[in-house]
């Protein structure tokens, strides 16, 4: 059974940085798609940033160059890194994952089909 555990959210100061982590486990596919989605309260789940596992990446506009995101292959984990972060970041941050299949990057959460628990940022100014 696939499984995927987000850690290192929390709050900080408008302006600071943060680094969130997803770890994956159970699964053996060489090729897969691997996102960064947030919900705030009231608003709807909305894509961050995805990556193939061949390194291809897609980001909204809204993080553009303030966030990156990255895969560890060796350790199963996927990578967000938070910089310049804004009052408007203050969400719960969730990972997710398709294994195998057509080759994709996307911001659209029904191309994925595996989610973590979510870790909550908040950013106050």
């Known amino acids: 059974q696939v499984q995927l555990v987000e850690s290192g959210g929390g709050s900080v100061q408008a302006g600071g940085s943060l680094r969130l982590s997803c770890v994956a486990s159970?699964?053996?596919?060489?090729?897969?798609?691997l996102g960064w989605f947030r919900q705030a309260p009231g608003k709807e789940r909305e894509g961050v940033a995805s990556?193939?596992?061949?390194?291809?990446?897609k980001y909204a506009d809204s993080v553009k160059g303030r966030f990156t995101i990255s895969q560890d292959n060796a350790k199963k984990t996927l990578y967000l890194q938070m910089n310049s972060l804004k009052p408007e970041d203050t969400a719960m941050y969730y990972c997710?994952?398709?294994?195998?299949?057509?080759?994709?990057?996307?911001?659209?959460?029904?191309?994925?089909?595996?989610w973590g628990q979510g870790t909550q940022v908040t950013v106050s100014s």
């Open positions: 997710a994952a398709r294994f195998g299949g057509l080759w994709f990057v996307s911001l659209s959460a029904t191309m994925y089909d595996t």
């Open positions: 159970g699964y053996t596919a060489s090729r897969y798609s």
């Open positions: 990556i193939y596992s061949d390194g291809t990446t």
